[in-house]
């Protein structure tokens, strides 16, 4: 990263144009860009010349409606939020996450909207707060929902589950973030009942489930696993590290479930996160963030071979992950953003 090898992305970027996945019922997705990229990386400082474009991997939820996960690729952060943080109160540089959100909003066509995430079940209308010219974010909020054509919502995270929505028919969108507490507080129901305030069928709405801490990594203690598992029975898991973990993602599927969301209306992210980190598992970027992070194998290879869910925050490299840093005897990491979107004014790439 520090020599700024980056000459070769233009190439492997140019290349990523048709991997051809499926969701998890068999059926083609709609868009056949495993990761949508470009610009020159900027590794070193925030770019004076708006170049920064940072790497997503784009989930066509619904007609008209994309959901993107990015990545710690293609940004302007660099130390321990490298390279593309989008939290602004995590300590890092001020400059390069504005940054980093101006190139996301180059790739969406709009700036992303963003809420104060307080680990709550608030849910706000954020096209009604846009039209009256409020900053959600200075809003205390966990869940948006909007009915309006090209506004972008976010939803940021470093181990907590992103849960993104639509419905099509009604051109309703909306955005949860699904911690272990605001699971317990009932943030779907509320962002499902936010959607449906603004026209939405609870029949019509698809979901897809972002990167997350995984049942197998995230520990919590007896006591949180037990009464976890009392309100979603079934969570409770063993971790990898012996002590009881609890499985949101899983709990995320019976909340779907109870708003009447079932199996069927969820679409899986996974094969295109496999897909997309299998294709990046040369990546010039990613080698050097592991080689420099501290947060495991220093081999981007060797991180890869110990993966288990690529939809993990703590395993994955690609993803922020706030118990990885911590792990790692780190008082700072960065945090990733999931971001719905429908009716996208232009996507610069
Ligand atoms: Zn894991």
Redesign the pocket.
Known sequence: MADGSFASQGAWREQMTDIEVRSADGADLDVSIGIEAGGSGVPEAASADGTVTPVTIPIALAPGVTVRFATRLGGASIGAWGNCNFGRKVGDDQQAVAENLRGLARLLGAPVRLVHQVHSAIAIDAGAAADDGIDTYAVDADAQATDHEGLPLGILGADCLPVMYADAQAGVIGASHCGRRGLQRGVVHSCVEQMVALGADRAHIRAVLGPC??????EVGDEIAAEFDAQFPGTRTVT?FGGAGIDIAAAALQALAAEGIGEGQVVSAKPRVDAATKYLEDDPELMALCASDGEGAPELADRLGAL??SM????NPLWYSHRRAYLAHKDHEGRFLAVVTRGEASGVC
């Open positions: 801490i995984c049942g197998d990594c995230y990898r288990s869910h993990c925050t703590v395993e």
